[in-house]
């Protein structure tokens, strides 16, 4: 059993540097076998040397298939699955330097496997929900039941189950799942009380509901009860203060974590901040506290001249040239062959002493150190004066004389002919009025009415609009009144009674074929 006890220790190293982060012990430990392979792998990873922890990986997984392969009960379905803890870690490798597709590619190869680790398939689901974020939720729901098995907890770490929990209230944040949220984070809080991200969590979700004023209120309340872990809190309030817009508030936060006052990033926020709020005084206030910090404990670092060269260049822009001085002699000191700085030192010394100025404007390179030797030639040889030669030669060729017999030759113009209307004709004048819409035109009478179409459906049923207006007896000329009209005289009444009244007159040839047809369908209609 010597082979198995080392195995196990070297499991025990790996968790100590994973887990605990403490320095891994030379115990001298030979590796012989794919599980020792592994194990020194894991070691590596929380050492950080990911490089090594994946050679290693790869040789764990030869010597896994060179083991089995030799034995004849192993099916290469069982050899996969064996190997499918070691594809896991590969994969956490890759998440970690960043390749998400390659990782994502294999945590689904082990999870198609359906391996019988259920600790194994907790992790690798966990590892994807963590790679999906606030994408792909649907998949993240269904990787959440694999995750949360009865009897994971006898297999993963108390930090990996906590992982898995922290991972729930995520998503539940990013499902609008508010009050299952809530419930979660209470319950991480309960048994993490001094765990600063359910707090962070539950900041979170007020946020998305638009409660920034509560979400500040709670991260204020666990900053105070625990000032150590502080700093994660103070800066998401100062994000969510200069989210509501108070960018002053937010730069009050932010300067009472002394800590990283002399960042260059916080520096760098708190005098965009000041300079949008115009407060000017504060922003070179900023600058001078992280100045004095470096040359106390980094004097003259790269750092502490980089600062220093960003406030001279701040207090100038601002017109604050008085100020500038001392930034810009401390620059110089450092560099004296800094012409820009000279020049900046001297503009500055301007409008306090004049004398100083003068004396440092000695310092200053005389002019024909700065003029710059030209080659003539080169210059006009080179691609950019091409065209300034040609133009110059033109110019060249216009005052010498002309020669006998030769004269001007100027360049005519093409003029294009522009393209006519296909029913264009020369006799004809065009309209004078053709650019104007045609409403909009002297002739236009607008549309006319289709007379055919008012026809349609007038008359008797069955006879044409000819017909009708034959039988019509108001629209013939010879056919009187029936009736006499009042003041007509006797022989007006006896003339018109031999006019044959419109219901005795016989119907038009047209008429009457038309009725005879009819006739002869209603007679087929019998079935005769």
């Not at 590596?44 to 997984?61: N, T, Y």
Request: with cysteine.
């Amino acid at each position: 059993y010597e082979e198995e006890r080392k195995t196990n220790l070297s499991a025990v190293v790996a968790a100590l540097s994973t887990w605990e982060k403490t320095p891994a012990e030379d115990l001298g430990l030979s590796e012989t076998t794919y599980e020792q392979y592994y194990n020194h792998a894991c070691t590596l990873i929380g050492q950080g040397k990911l490089s090594e922890a994946m050679k290693h990986l790869q040789e764990a997984e030869e010597q896994c298939r060179q083991s089995l392969s030799d034995d004849s009960d192993m099916t290469e379905e069982d050899i996969e699955a064996e190997l499918a803890v070691i594809h896991g870690q590969m994969a956490y490798i890759m998440q970690i330097q960043g390749r998400t597709e390659d990782a994502l590619q294999l945590y689904n190869q082990v999870i198609k496997l359906k391996p019988a680790d259920i600790g194994l398939l907790a992790v690798v689901a966990n590892n994807i929900i963590t790679i999906n974020k606030d994408q792909n939720v649907f998949d993240s729901k269904k990787k959440v039941k694999l995750a949360s098995v009865d009897g994971v907890e006898h297999k993963l770490s108390k930090k990996q189950l906590q992982a898995i929990e922290f991972n729930k209230a995520l998503l539940a944040t990013y499902t609008n799942q508010a009050d299952l949220c809530r419930k979660l984070c209470a319950t991480l809080q309960t048994h993490n009380p001094d765990h600063p991200l359910p707090v962070l969590i539950q900041a979170a979700q007020l946020s998305r509901e638009k409660q920034h004023s509560k979400a500040v209120e709670l991260l204020q309340e666990f900053s105070e009860q625990h000032p150590d872990i502080a700093v994660e809190i103070k800066l998401t309030m100062a994000q969510l203060i200069l989210a509501q817009g108070n960018a002053t508030k937010a730069c009050i936060v932010l300067r009472s974590l002394e800590e990283l006052q002399h960042k260059p990033g916080m520096v760098s926020a708190l005098v965009t901040m000041y300079s949008h709020e115009e407060d000017i005084d504060s922003a070179i206030e900023v600058f001078n506290h992280a100045i004095q910090w470096y040359k106390k404990h980094e004097p003259n670092s790269p750092i502490h001249l980089f600062l220093v060269r960003e406030a001279a260049n701040f207090k100038l822009k601002h017109k604050r040239k008085k100020e500038a001085i001392s930034d810009l002699e401390q620059l110089w000191k450092q560099n004296p062959k800094d012409i820009r700085t000279l020049a900046q030192l001297i503009s500055a010394y301007s409008l306090v002493d004049a004398e100083k100025a003068k004396a440092l404007s000695k310092h200053l390179p005389s002019s024909e150190t700065l003029s710059l030797k030209v080659d003539v030639d080169a210059l006009e040889n080179s691609h950019g004066a091409t065209y300034i030669r040609k133009k110059a030669g033109k110019l060249m060729g216009e005052n010498q004389p002309k020669e006998q017999g030769q004269g001007e030759v100027k360049k005519k113009k093409k003029k294009k002919k522009g393209k006519l209307p296909k029913n264009y004709d020369p006799k004809v004048t065009p309209d004078p009025e053709r650019w104007l819409p045609m409403r909009e035109r002297s002739y236009y009478r607008g549309r006319k009415k289709n007379k055919k179409k008012e026809q349609i459906g007038k008359g008797t049923q069955g006879t044409s609009a000819a017909a009708s207006a034959e039988l019509d007896a108001s629209k013939t000329a010879s056919s009187p009144p029936t009736s006499p009209r009042p003041g007509t005289t006797q022989s007006t009444a006896a003339s018109s009674s031999n006019v044959v009244p419109p219901r005795h007159q016989k119907p038009t040839a047209a008429a009457a074929s038309k009725k005879k047809q009819q006739k002869k369908k209603k007679g087929g209609k019998g079935g005769r």
